[in-house]
């Protein structure tokens, strides 16, 4: 009876550190950022797309904006400010010529995704009480392993997010 | 007794009217292209991200490729070729500078979508018995207005997707 009993307590351990590490989903153990508070959105690479845009210079990157229904619909009614609830995922990938694409083209002028920069995945992330003293708004950044930004780089974000604020701290509009 | 037949009359006109020239989500009365006789695809906007791409040159556009439940399936199995029902629609924007993103990020960098050249909407639909002459593949350009490309252009779809047949004749590749 007590060889049970251990036998049971041992599989409830095995159990619960299966619960812990084993990854759900492929994000799980999943590290929140600094600060905000937040983890990687499970299935945002399903969302719906918001919008695309290239930045030059240091970032030099292709990035595409999805948004959560709650975002997509707060969008196309053109309604600000975005509801509590509303999650924007951007994804950026570095910015790297087709070799492919250009010869198709019979010119070099094609620009595709690359490998994951360090700024791989962002999240903006809105709830009003949570987040009064930043506009509203959580932020998050993650390297394409999952692994959170420090506390110092999320210190940048509402600051860099604060002349956007006639359009609710959001810099990217919906493309049509 | 007459006058109410005349206004019933003026009426069924007018209702008549208003079902041919009222768009039904927005694409109804929708025209087939030339030699493919694909229409657009009701809801394309709401389907999954495979990747984004700019083009320069005379082009001159930000893009982004998405894809029915098949073609998400079959690229992320990554796996070729992609089964008959896979449908890649392609959006393109005018590639223009987003002052406003300039003001924040402090330099001339970020460039967004602009408005919709005429080149705004393709889809790629895979049917290897009907299209069996283009690798399978049917191709479609469609206007922002939904109006369809000429024969001209229709013919040129195919020759320029052929040096991709590795690849089962499509370019773009799943950005992760």
């Not at 948004?67 to 509801?83: C, E, Q, S, T």
């Not at 959580?138 to 359009?167: I, L, M, R, V």
Request: aromatic fraction near 12%; glycine fraction near 8%; hydrophobic fraction near 40%.
């Amino acid at each position: 009876m007590k060889r049970i009993a251990s036998l049971v307590v041992v599989l409830a351990i095995a159990a619960g550190v299966l619960t812990c590490f084993t990854p759900a989903s492929g994000e799980a153990a999943q590290e929140a950022v600094p600060i905000f508070g937040i983890k990687i959105y499970p299935g945002y690479r399903d969302w719906r797309l918001i919008s695309v845009a290239h930045e030059e210079g240091n970032l030099n990157d292709l990035r595409a904006v999805l948004g959560n229904d709650v975002a997509i619909k707060a969008y196309r009614a053109d309604k600000l400010p975005f509801p509590d609830g509303t999650v924007i995922a951007r994804i950026a990938w570095k910015y790297v010529p087709s070799e492919e694409n250009n010869k198709a083209f019979g010119r070099a002028q094609s620009f595709v995704p690359g490998d994951a920069p360090e700024w791989y995945l962002q999240f903006m992330v809105k709830d009003s009480k949570k987040y009064a003293s930043t506009g509203g708004w959580g932020f998050a950044q993650f390297d394409k392993n999952g692994k959170p930004a420090d506390e110092s780089k999320h210190k940048t974000c509402f600051p860099c997010h604060e002349p956007g604020k006639d359009h609710d701290f959001v810099f990217t509009r919906y493309a049509p």
